[in-house]
C-alpha cells in the first residue's frame, strides 16, 4: 500500500502543478488582451497567444504541412502551415502568438497559415 500512497501523492502533485500552469497561462495572456482560444470566434481575425504543445510534419493531399497545438491555458487550437516541412523556432514548448481565422474541420478547431511571431 505504500506505493500507491506515493504514486497518489505524486500524481496529485502533478495535477496541481498543471493546474497551476493553466492558471499562470490564462493570467499571462488575459493580461496580453489577445484573444482567448476558448472565447474566439470562428471565420473572424484573431490574435492568439499560447505554448506549443506537439509540432508535426503531416502532409495534406501530397503537399508538407507542419501542423502543431497551441494551447493557452483556456483550451487548444491546430495550427497547420501548409507547404512548411519546419520552421525555424517552432518546436514544443516554445511561447508563440498567431494571427489568423479559425475554422472548423471534422470538429476540430483549425488555423490555417497564420501570421506568427515567436515569443521570448
Not at 500500500?1 to 490564462?26: F, G, K, N
Not at 508535426?56 to 504541412?65: F, H
Not at 502543431?68 to 516554445?94: F, H, K, N, S
Not at 498567431?98 to 497564420?114: A, K, L, S
Amino acid at each position: 500500500m505504500h506505493h500507491r500512497a506515493r504514486l497518489r501523492t505524486a500524481l496529485s502533485a502533478w495535477a496541481s502543478s498543471a493546474d497551476q500552469h493553466d492558471r499562470d497561462l490564462r493570467a499571462e495572456f488575459a493580461e496580453s488582451g489577445l484573444n482567448t482560444i476558448a472565447k474566439s470566434p470562428n471565420r473572424v481575425e484573431v490574435r492568439l497567444q499560447g505554448t506549443l504543445r506537439t509540432v508535426t510534419l503531416r502532409p495534406r493531399g501530397g503537399v508538407p504541412a507542419l501542423e502543431a497545438e497551441l494551447y493557452d491555458g483556456t483550451g487548444a487550437i491546430t495550427v497547420i502551415w501548409l507547404g512548411r516541412r519546419r520552421i525555424g523556432g517552432v518546436a514544443p514548448g516554445r511561447s508563440v502568438q498567431v494571427r489568423g481565422r479559425i475554422g472548423v474541420h471534422d470538429g476540430t478547431r483549425i488555423m490555417f497559415n497564420p501570421r506568427y511571431e515567436l515569443m521570448p
